[in-house]
């Protein structure tokens, strides 16, 4: 209850509705257990647990909770192009200075279309999830549909490159609220990148896999 509230104070009211969980058709919400399944059984085999309730179920308690407030629509473009969704609790401990931009998410293209998505996370576990502190309920959600958002528009290409999430103020004259949105790497805070090289490679344990590559079919005769 704590992380809904604290995510309609960070967001506007509308863009909460875009996220999955209240507004999918009857045939996307009945396909959304297995996708949500099928997406933290790989991330848990593939992606490092970090060093806070660690353990696999643990791990697949958060990812799970986060995967269920996205829509299965985008789940699904997420999983067609073989991008493996990480908790990645390195970004809890980025170096940054005062003006720096943290990063709340990033995308690590492999070059042929898909690759691995890590978005923040403390290892707060969900029954512990605190109004006063931030955790990866806040922004993981949000960070996963907006990127997906990015792919289904064309615009994460294989020559892409790496991708930064980040939050930012949008003011509208009477008030401001904190949105969340993704830019490639070169547009990014480079002083942030520069500060935290240890976020120049995924946190994964296994080769992440790659997007299905079909050959298309020869035409007759040919």
């Excluded at 506007?12 to 969980?21: I, K, Q």
């Excluded at 985008?74 to 969704?85: D, N, P, S």
């Excluded at 064309?154 to 980040?166: D, H, I, L, R």
Aim: proline share 7%.
């Amino acid at each position: 209850m704590a992380s809904a509230w604290k995510k309609l104070l960070l967001i506007p009211l509308a863009a909460t509705f875009m996220l999955a969980g209240c507004s999918e058709p009857p045939q996307e919400a009945a396909r959304k257990p297995d996708v949500v399944a099928q997406m933290v059984e790989n991330s848990v085999s593939i992606c490092e647990k970090g060093p806070v309730n660690a353990t696999g179920a643990e791990y697949a308690a958060r990812l799970t909770k986060v995967l269920n407030d996205v829509r299965t629509t985008k789940l699904e473009t997420l999983q067609a192009k073989g991008i493996t969704v990480c908790l990645d609790q390195r970004l809890d401990h980025q170096t940054t200075g005062f003006w720096d931009t943290p990063a709340m998410g990033v995308f690590y293209n492999n070059g042929t279309g898909g690759g691995t998505l890590t978005v923040y996370d403390n290892g707060t576990q969900p029954a512990d999830a605190s109004f006063w502190k931030r955790d990866t309920y806040d922004w993981g959600a949000t960070a996963v549909d907006s990127f997906a958002r990015h792919m289904q528009k064309g615009e994460v290409t294989p020559q892409s490159g790496n991708w930064y999430a980040y939050t930012y103020t949008v003011s509208t004259g009477k008030s401001s609220y904190t949105a969340l949105d993704w830019t490639k790497a070169a547009k990014f805070d480079q002083e942030t990148i520069a500060k935290n090289p240890e976020l120049q490679k995924p946190p994964i344990t296994a080769p992440a896999p790659k997007a299905p590559i079909t050959t298309p079919a020869k035409a007759p005769g040919a």
